[in-house]
């Protein structure tokens, strides 16, 4: 039987941290059934039961930084460069909203000598040829940079905080400051963005209460999106050999901020589906409302090696028909919107 200590947690309206600790270490099965299913009706209730599709651009794989976790910092001189070439990104797109997706997300590597302007006209082009809201996903930049993609018509903004531990993230991130990054955060808020930010599970000396301080900060910032997603260990990285993160607490550290952030959106993350080809469909039970197939042509997508990903060469629609497949196995059925944060839907 669940503690009925853990079962008023449940349903605590604005849990500290040490009750967001306690939540995300349920004691015995039971309790943990009782956490998901909490997270499960929370989720029903607050953005209902339809699962948003993203389709993912992964637009160039060069990068300025240099994080210990990933496969794409500069440090790495085994990846072979690539940058999509605009055409490209278009046809991409299209391909996406062809398909009935109505979200694009571009995402690439923190390229310090990518043109804003070249970029801001690939936002301007695909916002006048569809009906799509375009996130972006392209690391630290200064505030008027993200201010002329926002005038170009970008609708979102994902920058994961990564760790809400300040000494884990100076040791894994070198050179770059906590501090800019939260900054960076509140600067896309300030213009209008809906944001998204969160973390990796299982980073080298991460605890429980870093975990819960990534939750908390979520809900300190307001954010609209919040992705959490194991770490994987990636090869000609220095951490290649850590341990991958667990996909259990992944999916508590999911229904626990499904309970504690209530109205953001959530993925079921693909580097959840990379450890576990069931953790997806999981994670759309325990609080997660989002998954997000990967379009890239493949002759890129082979290069974008965040971390190791099993890759076939497979037909441009695999991904989503992967999606699709996993939401049905949830029981769910995909959204029709556009699927915004609740707090940018203007009023009827
Ligand atoms: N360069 C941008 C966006 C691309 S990286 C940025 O850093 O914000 C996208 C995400 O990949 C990062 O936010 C990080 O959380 C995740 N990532 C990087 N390395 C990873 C790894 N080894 N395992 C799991 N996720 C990883
Ligand atoms: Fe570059 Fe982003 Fe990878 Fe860091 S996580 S090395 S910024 S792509």
Redesign the pocket.
């Known amino acids: 039987m669940p503690t009925s200590r853990y079962l008023a947690l449940l349903e605590a309206p604005f849990p500290e941290r040490e009750d967001v600790i306690a939540l995300l270490s349920p004691s015995s099965d039971e309790e943990k059934a009782a956490l998901f299913a909490r997270a499960h009706a929370v989720r029903r209730e607050t953005v209902g039961g339809h699962v948003h599709i993203r389709g993912i651009i992964e637009i160039s794989n060069r990068?300025s930084?240099n994080?210990l976790?990933?496969?794409?910092r500069r440090g790495n001189t085994a990846l072979a460069r690539y940058l999509m070439r605009p055409e490209e990104i278009l046809a991409c797109a299209k391909t996406i909203t062809d398909a009935g997706v109505r979200t694009i997300v571009l995402?690439?590597?923190?390229d310090r000598r990518a043109d804003a302007h070249e970029i801001a006209d690939i936002i301007r082009e695909i916002k006048a040829r569809t009906d799509a809201a375009v996130t972006l996903?392209?690391?630290e930049r200064d505030r008027e940079t993200y201010r002329l993609w926002r005038e170009a018509g970008a609708d979102r903004y994902?920058?994961?905080h990564?760790t809400a531990n300040r000494s884990l993230f100076a040791r894994l991130r070198p050179s770059t400051d906590f501090d800019v990054r939260v900054r960076c955060l509140r600067d896309l808020a300030e213009l209008g963005y809906q944001v998204g930010t969160g973390n990796?599970i299982g980073l080298p000396g991460q605890s429980l209460a870093d975990i819960a301080d990534d939750i908390l900060l979520c809900r300190e910032l307001a954010a609209d999106m919040c992705p959490f997603?194991?770490?994987?260990?990636?090869p000609d990285?220095p951490?290649s050999h850590a341990a991958a993160g667990s996909v259990e607490l992944s999916l508590l550290t999911i229904a626990v901020a499904r309970i504690v952030l209530r109205t953001v959106h959530i993925p079921a993350n693909t580097?959840l589906g990379t450890l576990d080809p069931d953790a997806q469909r999981r994670a759309l039970l325990c609080g997660a409302n989002v998954i997000m197939p990967n379009f890239t042509p493949y002759r890129y997508r082979v290069h974008y090696r965040?971390?190791p990903k099993t890759l076939r060469e497979t037909p441009p629609l695999e991904g989503l028909h992967r999606a699709l497949e996993i939401i049905r196995a949830a029981g769910c059925t995909p959204a029709t919107d556009r699927g915004d944060s609740v707090r940018h839907i203007p009023p009827a």
């Open positions: 990068c930084n994080c976790y990933c496969g794409l995402q690439s590597g923190e996903s392209l690391g994902l920058l994961k990564e990796m997603g194991p770490f994987i260990p990636s990285t951490l580097s965040i971390y």
